[in-house]
Nanobody, 121 residues
Framework: QVQLVESGGGLVQAGEALRLSCAASGDIVSIDTMGWYRQAPGKQREAVAGITSDGRTNYADSVKGRFTISRDNAKNTVYLQTNSLKPEDTAVYFC???????????????WGPGTQLTVSS
């Protein structure tokens, strides 16, 4: 069984920083792209940042210059360093990964259950 588990969410004040982590575990053959999405109350889920297996990254315009995505391939873990947080960054943050797993054909998409990040003004 394959699962993604996020950690690191919490309540912070505007201007502060927080690092989110997401670890993938289970019968994983390899991991392709990993990414972070978020969903605020009453809004659709949106992409925040992505990182390829060789380290190329891209970001939503709303977080460029403030958030940094990285990964540790040896630990099957992706991180999201969030700096200069704003109240509008408040959302549930979800980890996403494209995985080759034992027993399944091709690349499969997996999601974590999410972690709440709340930024107070």
């Amino acid at each position: 069984q394959v699962q993604l588990v996020e950690s690191g969410g919490g309540l912070v004040q505007a201007g502060e920083a927080l690092r989110l982590s997401c670890a993938a575990s289970g019968d994983i053959v390899s991991i392709d792209t990993m990414g972070w999405y978020r969903q605020a109350p009453g809004k659709q889920r949106e992409a925040v940042a992505g990182i390829t297996s060789d380290g190329r990254t891209n970001y939503a315009d709303s977080v460029k210059g403030r958030f940094t995505i990285s990964r540790d391939n040896a630990k099957n873990t992706v991180y999201l360093q969030t700096n200069s947080l704003k109240p509008e960054d408040t959302a549930v943050y979800f980890c996403n990964a494209l995985l080759w797993v034992t027993g399944k054909v091709g690349i499969n998409t997996y999601w974590g259950p999410g972690t709440q990040l709340t930024v107070s003004s």
